[in-house]
């Protein structure tokens, strides 16, 4: 009805577009697919419900397909009957010569691709009804509409048996493109809406629209420009959009402010265009490229000149010249290298430039000093070629340094170098720029006051403010242009040496697995899938330094879809390459793809899995503990126990991905006896074995044990698998080992100190805090690589090898390894991430030194009330939250398919897949609701007052600190905040409301609060501070309460008194805590809130204070209990006995009531409602006529037409409708319309005034075409033509030059050639003059002297015969020099002429005549093979009797005694006749 598609609309409930007011007209909506207007529709009569706005219906149209068309029937919105809207009917489509065009054309109008469009008939998608519209349809494949096509409309012969239907492609095409531009990135815009693409006004249209754009595009946002009044030439058809006021935070044109779609006031004169600028035009404009390199960021240097295209002559080639051929490219100019003697081949055809001469400022070759061109003196042999730097950004530089990582800063803009002024330059400033240059963004040091020199030309930027977190220096807040600097104040910049890593896996669920990512030219973008195979994902491995043995290439965006620009495409790796961007590919940046096709990678993370390395724990709670067993000869065996220690047990779990730290081993099979072979004996491993088939032990299968002897092993699922601590007394301290390249080794203690030490930890599983660093081989010397040196982390690094560092190269030795003292705090395992409080959130575990989630699969109720209990929440009514309820986390997915117990108190021992096994994403993360014991509290911020004065003592202060964690600890509500502070001569914030908002942080602090030996009792002061710095900034909606202890009579008892009533004044309830005698019931009184008994607790002492613990959370609770509306009352009667009346309903604030510092109820106390019974008959009534509208036409004769409107009132619940006619029609004549003259076609063009070398021709027309009349303008323009003709040069037939050198022989010996060459340059051929008469090249003999001859053996003889019959013995086959034999010096054959190998090793029979008797298979005894397959068993294993021995005539195959018969049946006769 709104002129959209009925395709794939959606429905909206429940208001969710907000709530309207007035009448609701409709209620109990049932339409059909065949209805066309929601007034016919079946539903209540109008204004009949029992409906509140809160139930306001709304829709999402689509508003790409076009509207009358869609598809019926299919299982989702690509396939279906076609079925199409005339007269107002929906019908179908015969299939009569229907086929895949026809169904592109459909495709098309609903969004999708023309392409791989199917067509299907004979009512593939169920048969429809109603009439059938179209038969004979027969389209080109390249109509936008299908009634466009030739077709038969509503005449046909066909039944519903005979209903086309359509499959169209899952690509749909993009609703935005830019036309008439110069290139892609260029054009007029046009939208795609209704199966229709159109164009954008102008109006309002600026470059925050055109920023839009460029992004949907997947272009560069950046710098995008916006312009108007059909800068790239008038469309045609729709104008879809005007007004448009997208800001800096829209992403879809869509979506940003504008007018109703097809709402406009314009022509197309005012259509809008987009230039969306990629850094520099491109080579197609610049009329430059790059040929023959790996890469498109490298290669021989061609230009095209005067239609042809050449190369470059590289006398005087150097690289500032390949650092203005880069930047035309596209790429950085910094870093651009020089090549020279054609080191990319050489080219053919002209060379068109030689003597470049480039200067730091040029930024075209064209412009750059040089030759006339195709004036040289060079052959292609010195073609000049080049190398750019491909990752930089290209609009940055840095000028004047000793290397590539420093000097000053300039950037490119308005296509012109410029610097940037030093004014508030700094650091942070420095690291986007460094990050834009491809390196590290951390130790970018900022330098000023010209450190690399004065530059030259404009000063582009001033004031610039980083976060440092940017990826673009022009994302800064900054003054661009204008300044108050001069060059002196130039900015410089001095980066790190440590680049970042060029490609990234992200969206996985570790590090080794995820959507690839490149970083080129300062930015990071995704690969296609075209092509992508496991060779590329090896490299990428690789690349990472990660195992690329089985590395396993995913497409289809496994991991997600990426954003930003898609860097490669069609990449074809091969088993060689060893770096992604030199492997072939398209040019970068050139693709047909879009994000859906992002391709991924799986690495195999560095200790292949239990399945790599055929070992594996079985019968333990979870897969870090469990017997051992190893997979060997096709089968799964145990290990025995002899000898088995901590140290083998260490290697098993590094084979297995956990930490070799605190492995433990199990003897005396300890999880349960195994079952089959024993494979293993008396280990021995040692601290730097990495595989336990390499330790020593006794030979695989050779032991005297039993399975009662079954070793186990308990790993340490917790710590970081790759760092370990070495040497210690105790698991908390040791020398620092790494693991790298497969390789334990140590870290230097150069720079090493507490920041690096606190990283490690929190990679074992302890507490960062309070890590010590040692040196000097605190911990004894290691032995094997120092892997580390010069080690600088900030502490917040979650892994060693994030920090900066120098890797494998150090200047020490073992002396220096460093080492490690942790605390004895471990980190808590397990936490809430995402909720409004501590006790709720997403649920993350701690494994292997990392976060990871938890996935929803199985995840109940018992799963929760385990984290709770671990959490130290209470577990009663724990609730369990699946998909993603708190967010989607990020990293490892750690666990799946929980299923614990009632009986259960460890999240890690309930049953579970092994670690890191799961087929979930983070859509599917797990969650937990822990409820508070306090959960009816109102909102409150709670400040505990603690008392440290000289006379409360150490012990005391501890045991008081104990109670407050109890108290906070049970208080722990989504309502409360904390904040803690004490006193004794003056007061001390430990911390406030806002510095923490989850429960484990609260406690860390309240535990670490250390005694300060106290003073005096300054109560007063404490009271003061509250007031002053803690509640200066209040909740409006909560309740301030202090709670304040006390072991004695303040210093001054007056002010402190005044201090509390200045408290209660400003709204603070306030609990006194009296310890022991010495405070009085009258200074508490006089802190404490009224009514006293209510506000004061006194106990004997501090141990004490644990028998209020209850009754000090319930009355700070209830301090702040807020009321609660109670139930609504029933509706009143309607005010009305006919038509609409009113009815009303109330409620009260009693449940509960707000009690002391809670807030009265929010919201409304009564509400009314409309209410209907049987309206009352309303007869319409015509309303005014309309103004007359304008005359249909300008000129000639017309008409005027004004409208009235049956709405005066409108007719309702039956009443009668309007009589007479809605529209009136008036006839208005305005005269001849002028008719301005046009020029007819141009005549034919004169003979040209000469043949070549240049000349002129005309042409002429006329104005009558028509001739003005009327009034009518007479031609503008030109009435006459001339032209430049025969402009080519006259013929320049060519001539030979001098012979060049002889060539290098080719072969070295045996007769070669050699060959010279002369070039038809002297001069060449020019402008269809005769090319050179002759030969061009020449050749002769040479080196015909004889090769050596290597000697080559001849195949093996066939092998001899073995020296025995059983029990093994040898046999040996021969082989001689002589294929060919050694000649003219050739080497003699390598390798043994011998070859002996084992045979005849069956052992050999244990009967005395094997001829005669039979040897039972359990090789116990022999019997008479008379009595074998006889019927009767002889041999204790029945082996004499079983099929494989008899054959099909029931006895053995054996030979008979001397003098008798064999017969076919295996018989033995004494004559032949069988």
């Given at each position: ?6 395709m ?11 709530q ?49 068309i ?6 989702d ?28 054309v ?29 038969d ?23 039944g ?9 492609s ?39 629209d ?8 997947g ?12 800068f ?7 104008i ?10 829209d ?56 239609g ?5 002559c590289d006398?005087n ?18 870093n ?28 075209n ?36 340094g ?6 000053r ?21 420095a690291?986007v ?7 590290s ?25 980083c ?15 204008n300044?108050n ?5 130039d ?13 990234r ?11 690839v ?41 496994f ?69 051992v ?25 590094s ?31 040692t ?36 760092v ?13 080992e ?8 140590t ?7 507490s ?5 490690v930890c ?97 995840f ?21 939250k ?26 890690f ?40 004065s000289g ?5 005391h ?13 049970g208080?722990?509500s989504?309502?409360?905040r ?68 006390t072991?004695g009579?303040?210093?001054n ?69 807020d ?13 009305r006995t ?18 002391r ?26 309303g ?13 004769t ?8 049956c ?12 009589q ?16 301005h003259?046009g ?9 040209c ?9 005309t ?66 051929p ?22 050596p ?24 086959r ?14 003699q ?20 005549n ?9 090789k ?52 032949p006749?069988?």
């Open positions: 009805m709104l002129g959209y598609s009925s794939n609309a959606k429905s909206k409930q429940e208001a969710f577009f907000g309207g007011n007035g009448s609701i007209w409709m209620d109990q909506l049932e339409c059909t697919d065949y209805d066309t207007n929601i007034l016919t529709c079946s539903r209540n009569d109008m204004g009949i419900h029992d409906c509140v706005h809160g139930e306001d219906a709304g829709v999402v149209c689509n508003m790409f397909a076009a509207p009358n869609r598809l019926v029937g299919g299982n919105s690509l396939e279906g009957r076609l079925e199409i809207l005339h007269n107002n009917e929906w019908g179908t489509v015969c299939d009569d010569s229907w086929d895949s065009k026809d169904a592109s459909v495709c098309f109008m609903l969004g999708y691709s023309r392409e791989n469009a199917i067509s299907t008939g004979t009512a593939r998608f169920g048969q429809g009804e109603g009439p059938i519209w179209m004979d349809i027969s389209c080109q494949g390249t109509e936008k509409d299908i009634f466009d096509c030739n077709k038969t409309l509503v005449n046909h012969n066909c519903h048996s005979e209903d086309a239907g359509v499959i169209c899952p690509a749909p095409i993009n609703k935005v493109r830019l036309e008439g531009g110069n290139s892609s990135a260029q054009g007029r815009v046009e939208v795609f809406i209704k199966g229709e693409w159109g164009t954008v006004c102008d109006n309002s249209f600026d470059d925050k055109a920023a839009v754009i460029c992004s949907m595009l272009l560069p946002s950046r710098n995008a420009t916006a312009k108007g009044q059909a790239f030439g008038q469309g045609n058809g729709s879809w959009m005007d007004n448009l006021r997208c800001t800096d935070y992403t879809d044109l869509f979506s940003c402010p504008q007018n109703a779609l097809g709402s406009h006031n314009c022509l197309h004169n005012e259509d809008a265009g987009v230039l969306c600028h990629s850094y520099h035009l491109t080579a197609q404009i610049n009329n430059i490229r790059l040929v023959g390199g790996n890469s498109s960021a490298e290669g021989r240097v061609e230009v095209f000149y005067n042809e295209w050449g190369t470059v006398d080639f150097d690289d500032k010249d390949a650092a203005v051929v880069c930047s035309m490219l596209g790429y950085s100019s910094m651009a290298k020089s090549k020279q003697q054609a080191f990319f081949g050489q080219g053919t055809g002209r060379i068109w430039i030689d003597e470049l001469k480039c200067t730091d400022y040029d930024t070759i064209f412009n750059c000093s040089q030759n006339i061109v195709g004036s040289h003196n060079c052959g292609h042999y010195e073609d000049a070629g080049v190398e750019c730097n491909m990752f930089a950004a290209p609009n940055i530089r840095l000028v004047g000793t290397d590539s990582q420093e000097g800063l300039e950037i490119l803009y308005n296509n012109e170098w410029g610097t940037v002024c030093n004014d508030s330059w700094d650091s942070k400033d690291s720029v460094c990050f834009m240059l491809g390196y963004r951390k130790n970018a040091i900022s330098t000023g006051t010209v450190r690399f020199g004065q530059g030259q030309g404009p000063i582009w930027m001033d004031d610039v403010s976060q440092g977190t940017e990826n673009d220096i022009f994302d800064c807040n900054k003054t661009l242009v300044h600097c001069d060059h002196s104040d900015a410089g910049v001095i980066c790190s040496k440590t680049s970042i890593n060029k490609v896996l992200v969206g996985g669920n570790s590090s080794a697995q995820g959507r990512e490149v970083f080129i030219k300062g930015e990071w973008g995704t690969v296609c899938d075209d092509s992508f195979d496991d060779k590329d994902a090896a490299v990428v491995c690789s690349m990472l330094g990660l195992p690329s043995m089985n590395a396993t290439a995913k497409g289809q965006a991991f997600g879809e990426g954003n930003g620009r898609i860097w490669m495409d069609n990449l074809r790796c091969t088993d060689y390459n060893t770096d992604l961007f030199s492997c072939p590919q398209n040019a970068l940046g050139s693709h047909d793809c879009f994000h859906r096709e992002d391709a991924g990678v799986l690495c195999h993370s560095y200790y292949f899995m239990a399945q790599i390395n055929d070992i594996r724990l079985v019968g333990g709670n979870s897969s870090a503990e469990g017997r067993e190893v997979f060997y000869n096709g089968e799964w065996g145990t290990v025995c126990d002899d000898n088995f220690d901590e140290k083998d047990a260490a290697v098993v779990c084979m297995l991905g956990y930490s070799r730290m605190n492995a433990k081993s199990k003897q005396q099979a300890f999880f349960g006896q195994g079952n089959g072979r024993i494979w293993m004996d008396q280990l021995e491993c601290d730097y074995d990495t595989n336990i088939f390499n330790c020593p032990q006794n030979i695989l299968g050779t032991h005297n044990c039993r399975h009662h002897e079954d070793a186990g092993v308990v790993c340490n699922m917790f710590a970081a698998p790759n370990r601590l070495v040497g210690g007394t105790d698991s908390l301290e040791g020398r620092l790494i693991f790298h390249n497969n390789e334990w080794g870290v230097c203690d150069d720079s090493w100190d920041k690096d030490a606190s990283v929190f990679m074992l599983g302890y507490s960062r805090e309070n890590a010590i660093s040692k040196g000097m081989a605190r911990f004894g010397q290691g032995q094997g690589p120092i892997w580390m040196d010069d080690v600088s982390c900030q502490g917040t690094e979650n892994d060693i090898f994030d920090c900066n560092k120098i890797l494998v190269n150090h200047d020490c030795d073992h002396s220096e390894d460093a080492g490690i003292i942790c605390s004895k705090t471990p980190i808590n395992k397990v936490r809430l991430v995402g909720g409004n409080s501590s006790a709720q959130g997403r649920l993350e575990v701690f494994i292997k030194g990392e976060w990871g989630t938890v996935c929803d699969d199985s109940d109720d018992k799963d929760a009330v385990v984290v709770c209990s671990m959490l130290g929440l209470p577990s009663m009514n724990a609730t369990a699946g998909q993603a309820f708190f967010g989607q986390g990020n990293g490892r997915i750690w666990m799946d398919n929980l299923r614990c117990t009632d009986n259960d108190t460890d999240l021992t309930c049953p579970q897949n092994a670690l890191g096994s799961h087929n979930c994403r983070h859509n599917e993360d797990a969650g937990v609701l822990c409820y508070s014991y306090f959960t009816d509290c109102g909102n409150a911020d709670i400040l505990i007052i603690m008392d440290e006379s409360v003592g150490s012990d202060f501890n045991t008081m600190k104990t109670f407050v964690g109890d108290v906070v600890r208080l722990n989504v309502f409360f904390f904040s803690v502070i004490t006193y004794s001569t003056s007061a001390r914030k430990i911390f406030g409301f806002l510095d923490f908002n989850n429960i484990n942080a609260i406690m860390t602090s309240i535990e670490h609060i250390q005694y300060a030996a106290g003073g005096s009792t300054k109560t007063d002061r404490a009271l003061e501070y509250a007031r002053v710095s803690i509640f200066n900034n209040n909740r409006a909606d909560a309740a301030d309460i202090v709670i304040l202890f072991d009579k303040s210093d008892s007056e002010k402190t008194k005044e201090e509390a009533a200045l408290l209660r004044n400003e709204g603070v309830r306030i609990f006194s805590i009296g310890v022991g005698s010495g405070p009085k019931i009258e200074e508490l009184q006089s802190i404490a809130s009224s009514p006293s008994d209510e506000h004061i607790f006194q106990v004997s002492s501090f141990s004490a204070l644990s028998h209020i613990l209850n009754a000090v959370q319930t009355r700070t609770c209830q301090a702040s209990v009321g609660g509306f109670s139930e609504w009352t029933m509706w009143t009667q309607c005010s006919c038509g609409h009346g009113l009815k009303s309903r109330r409620r009260t604030c009693t449940n509960p009531v707000p009690t510092n809670g807030r009265n109820c929010t919201g409304t106390y009564s509400e009314n409602t409309e209410c209907s019974i049987a309206g009352c008959p309303v007869d319409g009534n015509w005014h006529w309309s103004s007359w509208l304008d005359c249909s036409v300008t000129c000639g017309g008409n005027q037409i004004r409208r009235r409107f709405s005066n009132p409108r007719p309702e619940n039956g009443g009668r409708h309007c007479g006619s809605s529209t009136d029609t008036l006839t208005c004549n305005l005269g001849s319309c002028p008719i003259g020029f007819s076609e141009w005549n034919m063009w004169s003979v005034s000469v043949s070549c070398g240049g000349g002129f021709k042409r002429e027309r006329a104005c009558n075409n028509p001739s003005p009349r009327h009034g009518g303008s007479n031609c503008s323009d030109y009435f006459t033509d001339s032209d430049i003709c025969n402009t080519s040069p006259c013929p320049v037939n060519g001539g030979f030059g001098n012979w060049g050198s002889w060539s290098v022989c080719s072969k070295s010996c045996g007769g070669g050639a050699r060959m010279r060459s002369r070039t038809c340059t002297n001069p060449s020019h402008f269809g003059g005769k090319e050179c008469s002759g030969e061009s090249g020449q050749s002769e003999n040479c080196n015909n002297i004889s090769c001859v290597d000697g080559g053996y001849s195949e093996w003889s066939l092998w001899a015969e073995c020296t025995v019959t059983c029990g093994g013995g040898t046999s040996m021969r082989r001689t020099c002589t294929n060919p034999s050694p000649q003219h010096g050739g080497k054959c390598e390798g043994e002429a011998n070859e002996t190998v084992e045979c005849n090793t069956n052992s050999c029979s244990i009967c005395n094997p001829a005669m008797e039979f040897e039972c298979h359990n116990v005894h022999c019997i008479d093979k008379d009595y074998v397959c006889d019927g009767l068993p002889d041999c204790a294993d029945n082996s004499d009797e079983i099929p494989a021995v008899c054959n099909s005539g029931g006895q053995p195959d054996r030979t008979c005694p001397e003098g008798l018969y064999r017969c076919p049946d295996g018989s033995c006769k004494t004559g006749e069988c």
